[in-house]
């Protein structure tokens, strides 16, 4: 079974930077492409950023290119998201996601809180 533990979310200023992680159990990790989403108090969940199996391509929501970065080290089953010059817009619970196949997400952690205060 396939779990995700997102951690690194908090309160930060505006114009500051956070860094989340997600750990991921299993030995396929390498398999899957993997993702981060989020989702805004009274909005729905939307795609932030996600990465392919080697790294070697990214996608970003147009909101966030510029300022966020999405990596990944298989040796350590982990998908970072380095988040720069955050906004109060950022503000929400942000997931990660695995194995993104058939437009869906088959995997996900449970969420780490990012607050932008202005």
């Known amino acids: 079974q396939v779990q995700l533990v997102e951690s690194g979310g908090g309160l930060v200023q505006a114009g500051g930077s956070l860094r989340l992680s997600c750990a991921v159990s299993?030995?396929?990790?390498?398999?899957?492409?993997m993702g981060w989403l989020r989702q805004a108090p009274g909005k729905e969940r939307e795609f932030v950023a996600s990465?392919?199996?080697?790294?070697?391509?990214?996608s970003y929501s147009d909101s966030v290119k510029g300022r966020f970065t999405i990596s990944r080290d298989n040796a350590k089953n982990t998908v970072y998201l380095q988040m720069n010059s955050l906004k109060p817009e950022d503000t929400a619970v942000y997931y990660c996601?695995?194995?993104?196949?058939?437009?869906?997400?088959?995997?996900w952690g449970h969420g780490t809180q990012v607050t932008v205060s202005s």
């Open positions: 996601a695995a194995d993104f196949a058939g437009s869906i997400w088959n995997y």
């Open positions: 990465i392919t199996r080697s790294g070697i391509s990214t």
């Open positions: 299993g030995r396929t990790f390498s398999r899957y492409v």
